[in-house]
T-cell receptor, first 111, second 115 residues
Framework: AQSVTQLDSQVPVFEEAPVELRCNYSSSVSVYLFWYVQYPNQGLQLLLKYLSGSTLVKGINGFEAEFNKSQTSFHLRKPSVHISDTAEYFC?????????FGQGTTLQVKP | GAVVSQHPSWVICKSGTSVKIECRSL??????MFWYRQFPKQSLMLMATSNEGSKATYEQGVEKDKFLINHASLTLSTLTVTSAHPEDSSFYICSATAGGAYEQYFGPGTRLTVT
């Protein structure tokens, strides 16, 4: 069975600093990978997705992620965070038409 | 972009009553809709998958007689929590896909509190 592991439950970072949120998945077959953001009491918003092609994927709000097949990772990065980036971030994998989510990472951006 | 709405956004009901949550795709036809449940500070857990005009497929451990899902049209799916109990209190989120697309579009969620 597929699984997704987000290695950090909380990531505190100062405003304008770079950040990386780590995600590893387990699957022996091709997968589609996603990062979603969730603000308090709201649904999920898609940040970016990897379906095929270039392993470096750029998304909204200045985020990007790199698909690394050999390491089965899909880490999310942003070179300079803002206070407004404070939220919950979920990595997800799909290869059967269903999404399997990681446990989430809380990004706390401090002034 | 593709927009999914949910109604109500929050609901409080008494133990033993039933409550219905609607999920609508506003600007596209949703061939498949998904229902998730999210407990505080936790991830989303898929409850069931529904395709228009057919019975929902429930994930293991989800009681289909308790969580009734109806996908009557290409733009509407409903989740009815029957005989609700306090342990059913949660954040329920739906999502939808269009055609063969892999991307799921999420609704804003419904906060259910059972007293």
């Amino acid at each position: 069975a597929q699984s997704v592991t987000q290695l950090d439950s909380q990531v505190p970072v100062f405003e304008e600093a770079p950040v990386e949120l780590r995600c590893n998945y387990s699957s022996s077959v091709s997968v589609y990978l996603f990062w979603y953001v969730q603000y308090p009491n709201q649904g999920l918003q898609l940040l970016l997705k990897y379906l095929s092609g270039s392993t470096l994927v750029k998304g909204i709000n200045g985020f990007e992620a790199e698909f690394n097949k050999s390491q089965t990772s899909f880490h999310l990065r942003k070179p300079s965070v803002h206070i407004s980036d404070t939220a919950e971030y979920f990595c997800a994998v799909d290869n059967t038409g269903k999404l399997i989510f990681g446990q989430g990472t809380t990004l706390q951006v401090k002034p | 972009g593709a927009v999914v709405s949910q109604h109500p956004s929050w609901v409080i009901c008494k133990s033993g009553t039933s409550v219905k949550i609607e999920c609508r795709s506003l600007d596209f036809q949703a061939t498949t809709m998904f229902w998730y449940r999210q407990f505080p500070k936790q991830s989303l857990m898929l409850m069931a998958t529904s395709n228009e005009g057919s019975k929902a497929t429930y994930e293991q451990g989800v009681e289909k007689d308790k969580f009734l899902i109806n996908h009557a049209s290409l733009t509407l799916s409903t989740l009815t929590v029957t005989s609700a109990h306090p342990e059913d209190s949660s954040f329920y989120i739906c999502s939808a896909t269009a055609g063969g697309a892999y991307e799921q579009y999420f609704g804003p969620g419904t906060r259910l509190t059972v007293t």
